[in-house]
């Protein structure tokens, strides 16, 4: 009898490794590959990426005296005085989110074969895609160089890492691929989703649709400074069933009559592609810092509530400052509110941008875009539109919601160090993140950006 007791206790002992994944038990059917889809979504929901600290991260860093960091948190206080150290936390914590959804994809992708039909290979293939996408170019876009700051072709970016590590073993030393590599991956990854989902996802779910694939190509080449697909990939993004909320704050959840914030929002018809957070999965890490009933960390300075013409109802996103009140914005007061990354408003002013650059009028005139937003903000028709007016719209349009460091560097504008007040140019060094300490510790082929040690 004990002899007969010894095999099962020996099975007991064997246990598989935690550093490894067996995908055969992982995806072994189609709804295994749908599940893994789902929590590429999660990934992007991670409070250290679009969960808010890489919209934050990067508004402080490109800040020239439009908000105030006054929190006791560390990581952000370097980020806003462009100090940041190779040890900052919250970057190492970015960057190993990033590569873990990264990886979710590359999973994912490697697994399309076990889908049950064409069809669900084609949109699943261009949902992870799409996710990929979106984290390469944010990625290559914090800790590279800017496209327009010397020879992409030769200026570190980061590594591109396209198929799955499943296990310690996987995790090979990688060398970072070049700017030019990595928004060419970025490029071809979505002009392959847009293919792919050739059925919409719909308004108000949560899915990446043909139109957000189309909206994230206008952005990547407006960053670029490809006026001409930008605008076309703007105008494909804008066919979609979207449409202007009648009042600005709508996509925030606020009630100008009550002047009151709804805990919950959910996605609009202006929604292009949102992250979802409820009160029983994510963090609005952006209510956390922005928000009055938050951690208040962030005021909003007088230089750019200066910038509202009268009567502009978006300046009721703004509390008014008093002698001993600063202002706060109410952007982020819904503390379950959805995270929205792309909107038609963005895309009718990148539209109206790349068309006015390139001399072009494809969909519409430069002065209907910027128009149609100016009117839903409660302003007159301009007569006539310039780069200027467009890229004020931009500004206030858009503000505090991740766009500042890539507008600054693609306009080639200056900040400020707001301790010094010294004028920081557009390409210093400062401004692009470091490779975090950890990964240059355990990375023999990653090498630092300038300026940092």
């Known amino acids: 009898m004990l002899a007969a007791a010894l095999p099962g206790c020996n099975n007991k002992l064997n246990v598989q490794p935690t550093t490894y994944i067996d995908s055969a038990t992982a995806f072994t059917n189609s709804s295994d590959v749908q599940a893994a889809l789902v929590g590429c979504y999660t990934g992007l929901q991670n409070i250290n990426l679009y969960g808010g600290y890489i919209q934050f991260l990067t508004d402080l860093l490109a800040d020239n005296g439009d908000e105030n960091f006054i929190g006791t948190f560390t990581q952000p206080q370097e980020a806003q005085r462009k100090t940041i150290l190779t040890t900052n936390t919250q970057v190492r914590e970015t960057w190993l989110s990033a590569y873990d959804a990264i990886n979710r994809?590359?999973?994912?992708?490697?697994?399309?074969?076990?889908?049950?039909?064409?069809?669900?290979?084609a949109s699943v293939e261009g949902e992870a895609k799409f996710i990929r996408s979106l984290v390469y170019f944010d990625l290559v876009r914090m800790f590279g160089k800017a496209w327009n700051d010397g020879t992409p072709a030769s200026n570190p970016g980061v590594p591109l890492v396209l198929t799955p590590t499943t296990s310690a073993a996987d995790a090979l030393p990688v060398a970072r691929?070049?700017?030019?590599?990595?928004?060419?991956?970025?490029?071809?990854?979505?002009?392959?989703?847009?293919?792919?989902?050739?059925?919409?996802?719909?308004?108000?779910?949560?899915?990446?649709?043909?139109?957000?694939?189309?909206?994230?190509?206008?952005?990547?080449?407006?960053?670029?400074?490809?006026?001409?697909?930008?605008?076309?990939?703007?105008?494909?993004?804008?066919?979609?069933?979207?449409?202007?909320?009648?009042?600005?704050?709508?996509?925030?959840?606020?009630?100008?009559?009550?002047?009151?914030?709804?805990?919950?929002?959910?996605?609009?018809?202006?929604?292009?592609?949102?992250?979802?957070?409820?009160?029983?999965?994510g963090t609005n890490q952006l209510y956390t810092f922005y928000s009055r009933t938050g951690r208040a960390d962030v005021n909003i300075q007088p230089q750019f509530t200066s910038l509202f013409e009268t009567g502009d109802t978006r300046a009721t996103l703004y509390t008014t400052a008093t002698a001993s009140v600063p202002s706060f914005t109410r952007k982020y007061d819904a503390q379950y509110g959805n995270i929205k990354l792309m909107r038609l408003d963005e895309m009718l002013l990148t539209r109206a941008e790349a068309n006015f650059r390139a001399g072009t009028e494809l969909g519409a005139t430069p002065l209907a875009d910027v128009n149609t937003v100016r009117v839903r903000a409660g302003l007159a028709p301009l007569a006539t539109v310039t780069l200027a007016a467009i890229l004020k719209e931009r500004r206030i349009e858009l503000a505090f919601e991740g766009f500042r460091l890539g507008d600054l560097k693609r306009n080639q504008e200056s900040t400020?160090?707001?301790?010094?007040?010294?004028?920081?140019?557009?390409?210093?060094?400062?401004?692009?993140?470091?490779?975090?300490?950890?990964?240059?510790?355990?990375?023999?082929?990653?090498?630092q950006n300038p300026g940092y040690l």
């Open 105 to 121: 994809t590359n999973n994912v992708l490697a697994n399309l074969g076990k889908l049950d039909t064409p069809a669900q290979q």
């Open 177 to 281: 691929n070049t700017v030019a590599e990595v928004y060419a991956q970025v490029i071809t990854d979505l002009t392959t989703a847009e293919a792919r989902l050739t059925t919409s996802a719909g308004l108000n779910t949560f899915s990446a649709s043909r139109y957000a694939c189309a909206a994230l190509l206008a952005r990547v080449y407006l960053q670029q400074g490809n006026f001409a697909s930008a605008a076309a990939a703007a105008n494909r993004a804008i066919a979609g069933s979207f449409r202007l909320n009648s009042y600005y704050g709508d996509n925030f959840g606020y009630n100008r009559t009550a002047a009151t914030t709804s805990s919950l929002v959910a996605n609009t018809t202006e929604d292009i592609f949102a992250i979802q957070i409820t009160a029983q999965s």
């Open 416 to 447: 400020i160090d707001p301790i010094t007040y010294t004028v920081i140019p557009w390409n210093a060094d400062r401004l692009v993140f470091p490779i975090p300490f950890r990964e240059i510790n355990a990375n023999v082929n990653l090498v």
